[in-house]
């Protein structure tokens, strides 16, 4: 079993969205409509507050994709989802959303961001509804559905939810510390991911501070967007992982993709030398691999992914080939 | 019909200045716990500001004679709890803090703050536990015990628990929204409630408890609930959303009674207790804790500047029905 990478797919750089070139295309997600496949993504802006200038802001926006991703339908025009008013959780960004299509209705889980003062920002995970086939997202209030709690103190984002057997499972990180790891620089996150399930999709109940993906780098692995999609008899989970500092610049330090093997939806093994996902030389992603979505289509399984730079110069798609 | 007769100021951390760096000013949210000899109060305070003019907040206790509490037998050496580490959700104050005993032990339930760049700050709920009688309290975890929530999203703080018919209840405040005013970001805030048996997994009850009455952004605070005749009585103190550091419209100390906790009716022209004429409270008044001692029943509350000055005592008259 091996991906097979189709390759780059979006290139955030040929299309403009409300009157801006668009700059990154991260985190890509999937919501399967009946003619086309709606990918969103996070991109950027630079803000204009009396606070922070000059810092960028995420905004959400889509592409849809034939279904067999051989054309580009178009991009969003309108503002998909609002950032949070003046102190909220989503206040500073929000990325990722993961949409998830259920019952007939739609729901956005979204990661919201908002910035501090003695590290950087912190984040919490929001929910969100549409009601015109996903063009627009409405909150359902202002606060977090997911946030921190007793074992996990900041940090809580990067949402993923699906129903398997009988109630909805979330797939979260949560950070686990914030340390000044360089020295001069600003303090470094590390974090990990987490578990919740719920019978209503809006009340979760956390496992409360269990890592439940093993580490496999020496020191302070960070993991960050796990995705979850059925294969065979199996759990598939996607996600990514670094070292705490120096992983921006470093491409030895880099997002690199994960995975892991589930029969149970609780006992998870790691699986990355199974699958040996990596970068091509001198191409779009051949630095870092990062902010995996597994989904399924057409009976097949694929994965999309960002590349150097966090995404800054859009996504690709690769197929699980048995 | 009840009143309470003001008795005068019990503690003035002003007094205490020159001992204690971390004891430079104010002596706010009095919360008692009752000992054979003594009355143990809880109360927050901070050191002075930072260079940014940025204050740290943390809770420490005096000690008070039962037969007399003017008699103050001791203060705290220390905080009670330290500051949280980097990034979490206390590392800025830990305040205010409402204890209970459970067994030996006596647990804390205290605001914790964080600073954040659009507004200046958050809070959240925290938990502590003490194994040596209230001295020192230790977290049962790094984060905050009660989440925030899509119609409680930030500014959760102001604990008071309490254990009744065999359930832990905590009154709380939670933000509702963050006000411009004159470009600064002024928050407003709303009593709530959530239920537990374990004090540790809350559900909330997701209604405020005191409608709004001065105006609709009016800011409520320090529900402290007392069961008395049959009836439960919350004495609270509420203020304008805006200019509301001075006389006209900062804090005034509000009531209302509740059969079952969940519905209220507020009825403010019962509380039976206003500023002075003069003096340290002439002001404002806020922050009440009632409690009962030796057949009395007795509020703690707080005067101008929200405790600067520290916390003064008021005796029941008359009856809570």
Redesign the interface.
């Known amino acids: 079993m091996h991906w097979n990478k189709i390759g780059q797919i979006f290139d955030p750089s040929d299309h403009s969205v409300l009157g801006q070139q668009l700059e990154f295309a991260q985190s890509p997600q999937t919501l399967i409509l009946e003619d086309r496949v709606r990918v969103y993504f996070s991109t950027r802006s630079r803000s204009r507050s009396r606070y922070g200038d000059g810092k960028f802001l995420s905004h959400i926006a889509f592409v849809d994709f034939s279904r067999d991703f051989s054309q580009i339908l178009g991009v969003s025009q309108e503002q998909v989802i609002p950032l949070g008013d003046l102190g909220c959780f989503d206040e500073h960004g929000i990325f990722p959303i993961n949409v998830l299509s259920r019952s007939g209705e739609i729901f956005a889980y979204t990661c919201g961001w908002n910035r501090r003062v003695s590290v950087s920002v912190d984040t919490a995970i929001g929910l969100a509804k549409s009601y015109d086939g996903g063009r627009t997202f409405q909150k359902v209030g202002a606060g977090p559905v997911l946030g921190p709690s007793l074992n996990e103190p900041f940090l809580v984002g990067d949402g993923f939810v699906r129903f398997f057997k009988n109630q909805f499972h979330m797939w979260y990180i949560f950070g686990t510390s914030w340390a000044e790891l360089e020295a001069g620089c600003a303090p470094d996150r590390t974090y990990k991911i987490g578990h919740a399930t719920s019978t209503d999709g809006v009340n979760w109940k956390k496992e409360d501070g269990v890592q439940i993906v093993s580490d496999r780098l020496p020191e302070r692995e960070s993991q960050a967007l796990p995705s979850v999609v059925e294969v065979g008899y199996r759990y598939l989970m996607a996600f990514c992982y670094r070292y705490s500092s120096d992983f921006r610049s470093n491409p030895e330090r880099a997002y690199r993709l994960g995975f892991a093997w589930s029969d149970d939806l609780m006992e998870w093994s790691r699986a990355d030398d199974q699958f040996r996902f990596s970068g091509t030389t001198g191409c779009w992603d051949a630095d870092m691999q990062c902010y995996p979505h597994v989904f399924e289509l057409n009976g097949k399984t694929f994965l999309l992914y960002n590349g150097n730079e966090f995404g800054r110069h859009g996504f690709g798609l690769a197929e699980l080939i048995h | 019909m009840f009143s309470w007769t003001k008795m005068g100021l019990v503690f003035d951390p002003e007094n205490y200045s020159e001992k204690y760096v971390w004891l430079k000013q104010f002596a706010q949210a009095p919360a008692t716990l009752i000992r054979d000899e003594y009355v143990r109060v809880y109360f927050s305070c901070r050191p002075g500001p930072d260079k940014q003019g940025q204050y740290v907040s943390y809770s420490a206790y005096v000690d008070l004679n039962r037969k007399n509490l003017f008699d103050i037998r001791a203060v705290s050496e220390r905080p009670i709890l330290t500051l ?6 206390d ?2 104050g830990t305040y205010p803090v409402s204890v209970i005993e459970k067994g030996s032990d006596i647990f804390a339930y205290y605001g914790g703050w ?6 200046p700050f ?1 809070v ?1 709920i925290g ?1 502590a536990v003490s194994k040596d009688s209230g001295k020192t309290f230790e977290r ?6 009660i ?9 959760m703080s102001g604990p008071k628990i309490r254990f009744f018919e065999d359930r832990y209840y905590l009154f709380y405040i939670a ?1 509702r ?2 006000k ?1 005013v004159d470009g600064r ?1 002024e ?1 407003v805030y709303k009593i709530r409630l959530a239920v537990s048996e374990d004090g ?1 997994c809350w559900n909330k009850i997701g209604k405020d408890l005191i409608e709004s009455r001065i105006e609709i952004d009016e800011a409520q605070a320090s529900p402290d609930v007392f069961f008395a005749n049959g009836k439960y009585h919350m004495f609270f103190c509420y203020r304008y959303s805006e200019d509301y550091r001075g006389k006209a419209q900062g804090y005034r100390i509000g009531y209302a009674w509740s059969y079952n906790l969940i519905d209220w009716t507020r009825e403010d022209n019962r509380a039976g207790i206003d500023i002075s004429e003069t003096g340290w409270d002439s002001e404002m008044i806020s922050y009440p804790h009632v409690f009962e001692l030796d057949g009395n029943i007795y509020m703690f509350y707080l005067g101008n500047q929200v405790g600067r000055r520290g916390f003064g005592l008021a005796k029941l008259e008359g009856h809570l029905r």
């Not at chain 2, 049962?140 to 015990?145: A, D, I, K, R, S």
């Open positions: 949280g580490s980097l990034g979490t959700f590392e800025f964080t600073r954040c760049e659009s507004v958050n959240g938990v049962l975890g790094p984060g905050p015990v989440g925030y929530s899509p119609d409680e999203p930030f500014v933000g929204k963050w411009l970001a928050p540790i």
